[in-house]
């Protein structure tokens, strides 16, 4: 009669769980409604694999005690861009892309404590971006191998996906380290009052060897003085204020080996401000001698309350080449959003500008851009439209102060 009783209870459960659409799964009606013992739940649960769906972060597969977990999923973003150019000689172009479209698996393996992650971009075939282990042994220490992106400034830490705007700033896609190869420290202290980030890396990009014993150095301290600050420019509803203060620093070597190899261009500092990409080794000799030594400081403050987000960041870069004079340059951006309609509409502003004292690197520098867009989110961050409307002020080069409207249309999967 138990038994009879035991199935009939199971299989109104079963039509219960149809009928709600509930997450909860057998076992855990059964134990609610004292059909079964913690011990006989504990039992069921034993060895058991879960998998569900989970949006935003895909498909997730884990062992009942968590020490396994495999999460597979990703993110797209389709953009439409026109620009209006300033030249005459130019034709004004209207395109479409796919900017970005990212497979994502991450998780943990023999232990909660042990972790990997692998993504990569299929926009354009199929590029390797991060490929890493880490390994937690305690939370003010967490060693990290593999390729990933150095401690550098904030907003380039930050996700693509979880930006105000469909694009990083000026200043930002002027002087980020992009992805590198190396190994990493990082922890917090006091429940994230104080995080850390220290690394040493090959200096010459993803996917690429180093062809001499010169590293990248890297380092990042952010303080949280209100509680845990997320990395997300969003400025989502929240009674609790919150702040964050940050500063990093990199510094690298470069000589004419670097240059001659496989010399990736996901560095930015060393691609837009250095100008190294288009060199030849001989061309990098005549230009810096042996050597060209670069150190690159940011700092940021963000803040976000009751659905108002501020962010800005300073990035200060010197360049010491080994033949001729040292110089500098400069950015900075300043931007803020604000949600009309909780979690729905939101209307963001930035100004951002770049500087060089170089003479030779000046055409590059001395250029500003102002924006305003609004946001409308679906589910968040898992799915909304981005727009944006760019000018752009260039000093230095005639007949360049273009102006751009973007539209992008974004879903994790």
Do not use: C
């Not at 604000?338 to 170089?358: C, F, H, M, N, T």
């Not at 260039?394 to 409207?405: K, S």
Request: hydrophobic share 35%; charged share 20%; glycine share 8%.
């Amino acid at each position: 009669m138990k038994k009879l009783s035991l199935t009939l209870t199971a299989a109104l459960a079963a039509l219960l769980l149809a009928a709600t659409g509930q997450a909860k799964t057998l076992e855990d009606i059964l134990k609610e409604k004292g059909v079964i013992t913690a011990e006989e739940y504990a039992e069921a649960n034993k060895n058991k694999s879960l998998v569900s769906y989970q949006p935003g972060k895909g498909i997730v597969a884990e062992s009942a005690d968590g020490n396994y977990r495999a999460q597979i999923g990703g993110y797209a973003q389709l953009l439409y861009t026109f620009t209006d150019f300033d030249s005459q000689a130019k034709d004004d172009t209207s395109d479409f892309n796919i900017r970005r479209f990212k497979l994502q698996l991450q998780g943990n393996l023999v232990s909660k404590k042990f972790g990997y992650k692998f993504q990569g971009d299929m926009k354009n075939g199929f590029t390797t971006e991060d490929a890493f282990i880490n390994y937690e042994f305690a939370a003010p220490f967490t060693l990290q191998f593999g390729q990933f992106k150095p401690a550098q400034a904030r907003q380039e830490l930050t996700s693509a996906s979880r930006q105000l705007f469909p694009e990083r700033s000026l200043a930002n896609d002027t002087f980020n380290l992009g992805r590198d190869l190396g190994i990493e420290a990082s922890g917090d202290i006091a429940g994230k009052l104080l995080e850390y980030r220290v690394g040493l890396f090959s200096g010459n990009g993803p996917n690429t060897s180093n062809p001499d014993n010169h590293h990248m150095l890297a380092g990042r301290l952010d303080f949280n003085p209100l509680g845990e600050y997320k990395m997300d420019e969003a400025g989502w509803p929240s009674d609790k204020p919150k702040l964050n203060l940050g500063v990093s620093s990199a510094w690298s070597k470069i000589s004419e080996a670097d240059v001659a190899g496989n010399f990736n261009r996901d560095n930015d500092v060393m691609d837009v401000a250095l100008n190294l990409d288009g060199l030849t080794a001989a061309n990098f000799t005549t230009s810096f001698g042996n050597d060209l030594t670069w150190l690159l400081w940011t700092t940021n403050l963000n803040a976000t309350w009751m659905g108002i987000s501020f962010a800005s960041e300073y990035y200060h870069l010197n360049a010491d080449p080994d033949l001729g004079d040292d110089w500098n340059a400069d950015g900075y951006y300043v931007q803020a959003g604000y949600q009309l309609i909780p979690s729905k509409l939101e209307l963001g502003v930035r100004y951002s500008a770049i500087e060089s004292d170089d003479s030779t690197a000046s055409a590059k520098f001395d250029k500003s851009q102002i924006q305003g867009g609004v946001n409308y989110y679906f589910v968040k961050h898992n799915a909304k439209l981005q727009a944006d409307f760019t000018h752009v002020d260039d000093d230095l080069v005639a007949d360049n102060d273009d102006n751009i409207f973007r539209l992008q249309a974004q879903f994790s999967y």
